[in-house]
């Protein structure tokens, strides 16, 4: 049974930085890829970043190239989300996933996930 919790949101300024994490109960987190989407009030969930279970291999949406980065410990069952001059337009509900299969390569398929996290909210205020 794999469980996710998200942390790390909160309110910041346009051009600041949050540092996301999501924290992994459960066996084998070091088998399967992680992935990060939000949504905002109103819209459908979007990808943001995704990892391959070692870490070597990451994919981001186009939104967020140079932005933000995708890592992994995989000694302390976590995957972060960093996130560098932040926009208003990045303000939304931030969730963390499990990829459905191991060995897998990072996508932006939603149906390639599982084992949603709560969420943690980011505010950037203008």
């Known amino acids: 049974q794999v469980q996710l919790v998200e942390s790390g949101g909160g309110l910041v300024q346009a051009g600041g930085s949050l540092r996301l994490s999501c924290a992994a109960s459960?066996?084998?987190?070091?088998?399967?890829?992680m992935g990060w989407f939000h949504q905002a009030p109103g819209k459908e969930r979007e990808f943001v970043a995704a990892?391959?279970?070692?870490?070597?291999?990451?994919y981001y949406a186009d939104s967020v190239k140079g932005r933000f980065t995708i890592s992994r410990d995989n000694a302390k069952n976590t995957v972060y989300l960093q996130m560098n001059s932040l926009k208003p337009e990045d303000t939304a509900v931030y969730y963390c996933?499990?990829?459905?299969?191991?060995?897998?390569?990072?996508?932006?398929?939603?149906?390639?996930?599982?084992?949603w996290g709560q969420g943690t909210q980011v505010t950037v205020s203008s």
């Open positions: 996933a499990r990829s459905v299969y191991s060995s897998w390569y990072p996508s932006s398929d939603p149906t390639e996930f599982a084992s």
């Open positions: 990892i391959s279970s070692s870490g070597a291999y990451r």
């Open positions: 459960g066996r084998t987190f070091s088998s399967y890829g």
